[in-house]
């Protein structure tokens, strides 16, 4: 079973911050918080991921609340080839059976013109 | 060159009918993986390989078999096509996830697969 809850669908204006809230309130203290994206039926891309601290790489910005039960990825200046859904995962950072992604239904983000 | 490559790319079948995917990937991972993908869904896992002699059922395995013929390579068969197979089939790498690494996993351009 998904270990997140996102909203089916945003909108954001393109150029300006896109913000995909997360909810993992299940989440235990050995788990990273991880996001991918899926750009029409291509194959999912990783984003970022992070345990407790706020992350930011050239492509986001994670932001995990301090009790960790939910996040917010933020994309700062949004694009029209940002236009995806957006997965948020749960999982234990190291391998082992554990290693495997499950998938939700993600976000879909529509960048509008 | 992709990383990941997967074959065919499209492909339509018959109910009955034995059909094999293929992945390769040149990342050198030991990992691999097999999703697949319903229109409106996340991706759900079929098979996933750790290394060359080991290989474990996903949530999803029944009416599929693999074969980790190579480091680099991953096989997907389905021994008697269904229509409620039709899908879109991904493969995916990862390193072992030990170390520093992102345990990030690496998916290719995906297979659609039509079973009529």
């Known amino acids: 079973d998904a270990k997140t809850t996102q909203p089916t669908s945003m909108d954001c204006a393109e150029g300006r911050a896109a913000n995909l809230p997360c909810n993992h309130s299940?989440?235990?203290?050995?788990?990273?918080v991880y996001w991918y994206r899926q750009i029409h039926s291509q194959g999912p891309q990783y984003i970022i991921h992070g345990l407790k601290n706020n992350e930011t790489n050239e492509m986001a910005s994670l932001i995990i609340t301090e009790d960790r039960k939910s996040s917010t990825l933020i994309l700062p200046h949004a694009t029209l080839r940002d236009t995806a859904v957006y997965y948020c995962?749960?999982?234990?950072?190291?391998?082992?059976?554990?290693?495997?992604?499950?998938f939700g239904t993600g976000t879909l983000l529509a960048v509008q013109p | 060159d992709a990383d990941v490559t997967q074959t065919p790319r499209n492909r339509i079948t018959k109910t009955g009918k034995r059909i094999m995917l293929e992945c390769s990937q040149t990342k050198g991972h030991d990992r691999m993986y097999w999703y697949r993908q319903d229109p409106g869904l996340g991706l759900r896992l079929i098979y996933y390989?750790?290394?060359?002699?080991?290989?474990n059922k996903g949530e999803i395995s029944d009416g599929y078999s693999v074969s980790r013929q190579a480091q680099a390579k991953f096989s997907l068969s389905l021994e008697s096509a269904i229509p409620n197979q039709t899908a879109l089939y991904f493969c995916?790498?990862?390193?072992?996830?030990?170390?520093?690494?992102?345990?990030?996993?690496?998916f290719g351009p995906g297979t659609r697969l039509t079973v009529l």
């Open positions: 995916a790498t990862s390193d072992s996830g030990q170390g520093k690494g992102k345990n990030e996993q690496f």
């Open positions: 390989s750790f290394d060359v002699k080991d290989i």
């Open positions: 995962i749960v999982r234990p950072y190291y391998g082992g059976a554990t290693n495997k992604l499950i």
């Open positions: 299940t989440i235990s203290g050995n788990e990273y």
